[in-house]
């Protein structure tokens, strides 16, 4: 029986749809890193992006967005940083690259061993205060420096000596010191866990925010052979 036009029509309907549809699952498989969800300027949402970014940095597949003329021009009156990362000075740690963000993304305080002294804090403050942003960072990494420095406990005279100094007034550290396991990576797990502790205790803007739930503050290892960054808290 030869089918009614209303009957070739609906025929053709469904055969379109079918095509979109699997093409929409195939094109949607197809796209490498996709957004799990899309970024709604919240502390979670925010860390995904990061977390994100940091597994197109493992994998070798770095957009770079936020790298344009236009982008730069943009943000030449204001600036909006999803994020603060404190992290260390090493050469082979810098946030931008390690989370693949762009211009204007992150809002970022590096000292050697990741420390944070009143100058950081203030800086921190301004992020969160003036800028709005609402999650901080606080990365360690593997074989760190600064806390070889801490173990060895050689006396330099100089400014290193503060940094050491600062570390071993750390109760965190000074338990690590006799934890068991590898010695560099406790005391560098423990050296995030106090900072991290310092900033969600910094009255007044960091603690009353952290505790309301508007701003969350974690810390991460960061892996120099593998790139990735693991969250520690
Ligand atoms: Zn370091």
Known sequence: MTPTAPQVIRRLLFILLFIGFTAGIIFYFAIPDKPKAPWDGNPESSL????????RFVKGEMRHQGESVERRTALSSEQKPFA??????????????????????????????????SVALGSIEYAVKHLGVKLIVVMGHENCGVIKAFLVKEPEHDYIDKLVDIMSN????????????????????????????????????????????????????????????EITE
Do not use: W
Not at 48 to 55: D, F, I, K, T, Y
Not at 104 to 116: C, M, P, Q, S, Y
Not at 183 to 211: F, S
């Open 84 to 117: 603060v990362i404190v992290s260390c000075s090493d050469s082979r740690v810098p946030p931008e690259l390690v989370f693949d963000q762009g211009l204007g993304d992150l809002f970022v305080i590096r000292t050697a061993g990741n420390l944070v002294d």
């Open 48 to 55: 995904l992006r990061l977390m994100e970014g940091n597994a």
């Open 170 to 229: 750390e109760p965190e550290q000074v338990a690590a010191l006799t934890a068991p396991g590898d010695r560099i990576d406790n005391c560098v797990r423990a050296n995030i866990k106090h900072i991290t502790t310092l900033l969600k205790t910094c009255e007044p803007v960091l603690m009353e925010k952290y505790k309301s739930g508007e701003l969350k503050i974690t810390s991460a290892r960061y892996d120099l052979d593998k790139g990735t960054v």
